[in-house]
C-alpha cells in the first residue's frame, strides 16, 4: 500500500513539472510586455528597461523559468500588474469561491445519479433503465450556459424566487448565500448527473455479469444484499474515476457558469486576467488549476485500494 501510494505521488511530479514548463513557454508567445503594461504607455524607455531589470525579463528564457519555478515552490507567484496585489492570495480567495459551487454540485449529482445508474442497471431494459438512459442522454446534449440562462428565466425572472445573478460569501450571511448558488450548483447538477449515471450504469452492468454474484444470488441473498453488499464497490470504482475527471475539469472549465451567473470565482479571474494581459495572474492562475487537477486525480487513485481488494494487494 506505501509503495502504491509513493509510486502515484511521484508520478505526479513530471506532469505538474511539464505543465507549469508548458505554461511558461505560452505565455512567452503572447504579445506585449508585462514591462510596459505595469508602467502604461507614457513610460519612458529608461523605466521600462529598469522594470524588465526588475521582473527578470532580460535574462535568457532558461533562467527566466528557472527564477519563476523557484519562486512558486516558496509560495511567490508573484504580483498582479493591475492592482499590485500578490497573485496567490487573490487566486485561493476566487478559488474558495468556485471550489463551493464546485464540490456542492459534484457531491449532489454523485448522491443522485450513482444509484440511478445502479439502479437501472440492476434491472436492465426495464421501464426504469430506459427512463435512465434517456434523462442521461438529453443532460448530456444540454449546453451549460444554455441551461443556465432557461433557470435564470424560468426561476429568477418569471417565478422571482432566486437571485439570478451574484455571489454572497457564506461567512457574510449563510441563508443569503445560499440562495445565490442554488441556480449555478443545480445548473451543474444537471449537466454532470448524465455522464455519471451512465458510467454507473456501465460498470453495474458488468459487475453483474461476474460469477461472484452468481454465487451471492445462489446462497439466497436479497437482490438488495447483493447489489449493495458485493456489487456496489467494484462498480464504484470506475465510477469514482470518473467523478475525479468531473471535479478536476469544472474547477478549470467553471468559467461558462461564472460568466452566466456573473460569480466572482476562479474561471472569471482568469478571463479577466487574459483581457488584461495579466501575465503573473494567468500563469498562477493555470498553474494552479494544474495542480488541483492533478491532486484531485491523485487522491481518487489512493482511494481506489479501499474500493478494490486487488489494488491493495
Do not use: C
Not at 422571482?160 to 441563508?175: C, E, Q, T
Not at 475539469?249 to 488584461?276: K, N, Q, W
Amino acid at each position: 500500500m506505501v509503495r502504491f501510494v509513493l509510486t502515484r505521488i511521484a508520478s505526479a511530479i513530471p506532469t505538474l513539472i511539464l505543465v507549469s514548463v508548458a505554461v511558461f513557454v505560452m505565455m512567452r508567445f503572447v504579445p506585449g510586455d508585462p514591462a510596459t503594461l505595469m508602467l502604461g504607455d507614457l513610460a519612458q524607455p529608461g523605466q521600462v528597461d529598469a522594470m524588465r531589470h526588475q521582473m527578470g525579463l532580460d535574462q535568457p528564457v532558461v533562467v527566466q523559468y528557472l527564477i519563476w519555478a523557484g519562486n512558486v515552490l516558496s509560495g511567490d507567484f508573484g504580483r498582479s500588474i493591475g492592482s499590485g496585489q500578490e497573485v496567490l492570495p487573490l487566486i485561493l480567495d476566487r478559488f474558495a469561491v468556485s471550489s463551493t459551487i464546485v464540490f456542492l454540485a459534484v457531491l449532489v449529482a454523485s448522491a443522485i445519479a450513482v444509484p440511478a445508474g445502479m439502479l437501472a442497471a440492476w434491472k436492465q431494459d426495464s421501464l426504469r433503465d430506459v427512463t435512465v438512459v434517456a434523462t442521461s442522454t438529453i443532460l448530456l446534449s444540454i449546453p451549460s450556459f444554455w441551461l443556465g440562462l432557461m433557470l435564470m428565466l424560468i426561476f429568477g425572472l418569471y417565478l422571482g424566487w432566486l437571485p439570478v445573478v451574484g455571489y454572497v460569501p457564506f461567512s457574510r450571511d449563510f441563508a443569503q448565500a445560499a440562495l445565490y448558488v442554488i441556480l449555478p450548483v443545480v445548473t451543474l447538477v444537471l449537466v454532470e448527473s448524465g455522464p455519471i449515471a451512465r458510467m454507473a450504469r456501465a460498470s453495474t452492468i458488468e459487475v453483474a455479469r461476474l460469477e461472484y454474484i452468481t454465487h451471492a444470488r445462489a446462497k439466497g441473498l436479497s437482490e438488495s444484499a447483493v447489489m449493495w453488499r458485493h456489487a456496489f464497490k467494484n462498480a464504484f470504482a470506475p465510477t469514482l474515476t470518473l467523478i475525479g475527471l468531473v471535479l478536476g475539469s469544472l474547477l478549470s472549465s467553471i468559467v461558462v457558469i461564472e460568466t452566466v451567473f456573473t460569480i466572482p470565482g476562479l474561471g472569471r479571474l482568469l478571463v479577466d486576467a487574459i483581457y488584461a494581459r495579466n501575465y503573473p495572474v494567468i500563469q498562477g492562475t493555470m498553474l494552479f488549476v494544474a495542480f488541483i487537477y492533478v491532486v484531485v486525480n491523485l487522491l481518487v487513485d489512493l482511494v481506489y485500494p479501499l474500493l478494490d481488494p486487488r489494488v491493495a494487494a
